[in-house]
């Protein structure tokens, strides 16, 4: 069972096994991770005013994380590794160290028992910083969105800080706003939180194998709650307290909301609700399509097998009139005793896939492999990472027939940028070969462009 990697840029689509995590081939943290969690505990130091040499150590490190190409978890076991990294010193290298074996960073643990998770939830809110939350804390004990909403309907801000009349409306309007998409997070945070969850369930012995499922293994851009299906030896019926009592005790856990036989539920740091499934090994395949959905998919599979004389649910597909099970162990087995192929998950949304399966047209889903190029690259000319030559280099390492260079123009002023002299031999990087650096089958072009786009040369997933 080969390890499926949660690429964000490229959700899910990939063969059909989809996203199966087998122990060996998951951790529970990645640079991406600790550098959020840095950042979130730069802010929390912030908001209780902690010395600014400690905030700013936390911001460095966060971003030597997310900057870096050291694989922070390989390099754990060698402190002195972790120094040579810009940014990273003695005190930061043993709390990279700490991450990597825990998951967790202990000063951020600390300050979010004191305040409550809602501070990091007040930060998403458009123009909310550390400073403004650490006001709202000391002078109103205001910890959450759903404080600050009521706050502002008692007018509990007014003459404050900062708070004048039109700084008011902009939260009332950014609380508005931020309701309106909240109970949903973008599918990156999604699947990270599900590898790093993954990675802790398969430390159990008898827990062989975890998949996402719902919208985050059908590839949908935002995800509301995260379902995971476990199954092994320890998931089996009668035999599940040693794995419920696993999951309970996972560090990531904020409040629990049940904790029964073969289900766990909680929320995480982020308010994220996770549904963490324990099933046997014969209903594995008949879980994982019920519970990845769509709704509207499900819907029209079960009205399917009822014409053909059968039930499914997310036990079995079983016939109607001795309840016998035909098939439940895998996917394609209830797909084929339906008369269909089996389909992407991302196919499965009922816009017409089941009729394309009973005639065996399904169309193909985009994987990695056929992406040939990248038309969005900033380099170090503008407010990129990376010199061009990297850039370059990089792709022809991902199979890249061609990129093109977008760099920012002097116009905005903020980045850097180039001019209409610059060229692709202009960049300090060099490319060297000039527009064939990439390889002797690769193309680079150069483009002023006004949008962001990828910014560093980091190995492609």
């Known amino acids: 069972m080969g390890r499926i990697e949660l690429n964000p840029a490229r959700p899910l689509a990939r063969d059909p096994a ?16 600790m550098a959020r969690l840095l950042s979130e505990t730069a802010d929390l130091l912030e908001i209780d005013n902690a010395d600014s040499f400690r905030i700013r150590s936390y911001r460095r490190a966060a971003d ?25 010193g003695k005190g930061m290298a043993a ?36 400073k403004t939350v650490a006001l709202l804390w000391a002078a109103a004990k205001i910890g959450s969105i759903d404080q600050l909403w009521e706050a502002i309907g008692g007018g509990r801000l007014n003459g404050l800080p900062r708070m004048g009349a039109k700084q008011v409306e902009r939260l009332r309007k950014g609380i508005e706003d931020y309701r309106r998409s909240a109970g949903r997070f973008r599918i990156d945070r999604a699947a990270e939180e599900a590898e790093r969850i993954a990675a802790y369930l398969l430390k159990l012995d008898g827990i062989d194998r975890v998949t996402p499922a719902g919208s985050l293994r ?47 539920s909680f929320h995480n740091g982020e308010g994220m609700q996770v549904d963490v499934r324990l099933l046997p090994t014969a209903s594995y395949g008949a879980a994982l399509q019920y519970f990845t959905g769509s ?43 339906l008369g269909l192929t089996a389909m992407a998950p991302e196919l499965r949304e009922n816009l017409g896939e089941i009729e394309c399966a009973a005639r065996g047209e399904l169309p193909q889903v985009i994987a990695l492999e056929d992406i040939r190029g990248d038309v969005h690259m ?30 920012h123009s002097k116009n905005l002023a903020m980045t ?40 560093d040369a980091r190995p492609c997933r």
């Open 18 to 33: 989809f996203a199966r995590y087998s122990r060996a081939e998951v951790r529970s943290v990645d640079n991406k991770t």
């Open 64 to 88: 030597a994380a997310e900057q870096t190409t050291v694989d922070l978890v390989e390099a754990a076991g060698d402190a002195a590794r972790l120094m040579e990294i810009d940014g990273i």
């Open 95 to 130: 709390r990279l160290q700490s991450m990597a074996r825990t998951g967790s960073l202990e000063q951020r643990d600390e300050l979010l028992k004191k305040y409550g998770g809602g501070v990091l939830e007040l930060l998403k809110l458009p123009g909310m910083g550390p």
């Open 218 to 264: 059908r590839g949908r851009e935002t995800v509301g709650d995260l379902d995971l299906l476990a199954t092994g030896p320890a998931c089996e019926p009668g035999r599940t307290e040693a794995a419920v009592a696993h999951v309970a005790a996972y560090p990531g856990i904020h409040d629990m909301i049940v904790k029964g036989e073969n289900k766990v």
């Open 295 to 337: 709704k509207g998919h499900n819907v029209a599979l079960r009205q399917r097998a009822l014409k053909m004389g059968y039930t499914l649910n997310e036990w079995a597909l079983a016939r109607l009139d001795d309840g016998s099970a035909v098939a439940g162990a895998s996917e394609e087995e209830i797909y084929a005793a």
């Open 378 to 407: 900033h380099t170090t000319a503008s407010d990129g990472r990376s010199s061009i030559r990297e850039m370059a280099e990089a792709a022809a390492a991902c199979g890249y027939e061609y990129i093109a260079i977008t760099d």
């Open 416 to 455: 850097g940028g180039i001019g209409r002299e610059a060229g692709v031999g202009a960049d300090r990087g060099g490319a060297g070969g000039g527009p064939r650096a990439g390889g002797p089958d690769s193309r680079v072009h150069r483009n002023r462009g006004r949008h962001s786009g990828r910014r």
